[in-house]
């Protein structure tokens, strides 16, 4: 096993085998929870995507990479296009969902996993640099508790409506993907925006999801951990009652609803995102699903860069057998 040492004040593990981990069930449903999300995708496909795409911003690895804005349930959203540098016909499209922090750049995300592809790489309500909005603030900690107060009002509904709007936008901009099934790819914050979005969106027939958050709250909670999770138990302490509201908003009960075919890269080890929760993601998923188990996440680590090729190779090979 890779060499891991850490100064966290927990054990970043939590004690958890694998085979445990593997065990971990998802919270059931609250009432209303497929209608509440099936109102909010129906409300985000209404939206008019009107797409813009602005400068070029670099070209590398076999694509360019341009600027590009859609409008999504809360407004304007920024983020990056990418599409094939020689102009070959698009046969697969991705939307690439980003960590807590929001995007800088599109670098890291590049290139896709599949060639003669087409990607979007929005930034999502209130992370920057393309996703900055008034009033929501863009820092981790507080904007993961903006509006947790209140089902509808949770800032992180309208950031799953952005990846469903940023797939408008790019069937809008790449009309060769009209009637062609998606991939979607999300870390951290975006694997968990991804677990939610993915049951009540069609369009996207396979996802990888890596170290996804938002897994089974009522667990999670119970768990110290570092970033954004903590602020969250930091709320719940003071506000119980919100346990109400993130019910709604557990990527774990989603899963139980998604049937598209799902690949999952959840740690063993991981101060941002425990465990449990990543794994409870894996487990509840009800279509086809693949396993790929890292040995830390969120932290550095000896091998870290070796898992990291033996996942980009699984994740092509996964969506080469399951898009189109």
Known sequence: MPR???????????????????????????????????????????VEPEPRVGALVEERDGVRILDVSYTSTGGRCGGWLVLPA???PVRHGFVIGHGYGGRDQAGPDVPLPLPASAAILPC?????????????????DEHVVHGIDSRDGYI????????WCAASALIELVPALSGRGLGYLG?????????????WDERFA????????FGNHPLRLTLPCVGSGEAVRRHH???????????????????TRTTAPVLVAPALRDPAVPPPGQFAVYNALSGPREL?????????????????????????????????
């Open 292 to 324: 790929h188990v890292l040995q830390a996440g969120h932290v550095a680590y000896d091998g870290a860069d070796s898992e990291a090729q033996a996942l980009r190779a699984a994740t092509a090979e996964f969506f080469a057998t399951h898009l189109a």
């Open 86 to 88: 020689d102009g070959a």
């Open 206 to 213: 396979a996802a990888r999801l890596r170290l996804p958050t």
């Open 124 to 140: 999502v309500s209130g992370m920057p640099v393309k996703g900055l909005r008034p009033g929501v603030p863009s820092v981790a």
């Open 237 to 255: 302490r003071e506000h119980p009652g919100v346990l109400d509201v993130l019910a709604y908003y557990d990527a774990a009960t989603a899963a």
């Open 156 to 163: 992180i509904g309208d950031c799953v409506a952005d990846l």
């Open 4 to 46: 891991f040492v850490h100064d966290f004040p927990f054990d970043p593990s939590y004690g958890w085998t694998l085979d445990e981990l593997l065990r971990i069930a998802a919270p059931a449903a609250p009432v209303g929870f497929d209608s509440f999300w099936r109102a909010r995708y129906e409300a985000a496909r209404r």
């Open 187 to 199: 870390e951290s914050f975006g694997g968990g925006l991804g677990a939610l979005a993915l049951p």
